[in-house]
């Protein structure tokens, strides 16, 4: 059973935005906080923003400013809107649960490449 689902990704130059959603199944979005992580190749997986249930909110230094996450509890949807992107932020994103100390069984994430 598929229970986390990423998209919205795809290849957009320096300065640019885009929107990912994670959808979720309500086991998991219910009652847990919520977060997206990211992968670049030949680094490890990091978090990047976070969510909680009371939608307490917050963000790696790196995309402060930048970066703003939701959730729409109704949908069980995750969202990451993403602008003024940079090479940097390059890598393929999950979402996963957060502040729990256990996560879901991984989706395939879905890739953001910034390149001019």
């Known amino acids: 059973q598929v229970q986390l689902v990423e998209s919205g990704g795809g290849l957009v130059q320096p300065g640019g935005s885009l929107r990912l959603s994670c959808a979720a199944s309500?086991?998991?979005?219910?009652?847990?906080?919520m977060g997206w992580y990211r992968q670049a190749p030949g680094k490890q997986r990091e978090w990047v923003a976070a969510?909680?249930?009371?939608?307490?909110?917050n963000y790696r230094d790196s995309v402060k400013g930048r970066f703003t996450i939701s959730r729409d509890n109704a949908k069980n949807t995750l969202y990451l809107q993403m602008n003024s992107l940079t090479l940097e932020d390059t890598a393929v994103y999950y979402c996963?649960?957060?502040?729990?100390?256990?996560?879901?069984?991984w989706g395939q994430g879905t890739q953001v490449t910034v390149s001019s």
């Open positions: 309500g086991s998991i979005f219910r009652g847990n906080g």
């Open positions: 969510v909680t249930i009371a939608g307490r909110i």
């Open positions: 996963n649960i957060w502040g729990s100390g256990w996560f879901a069984g």
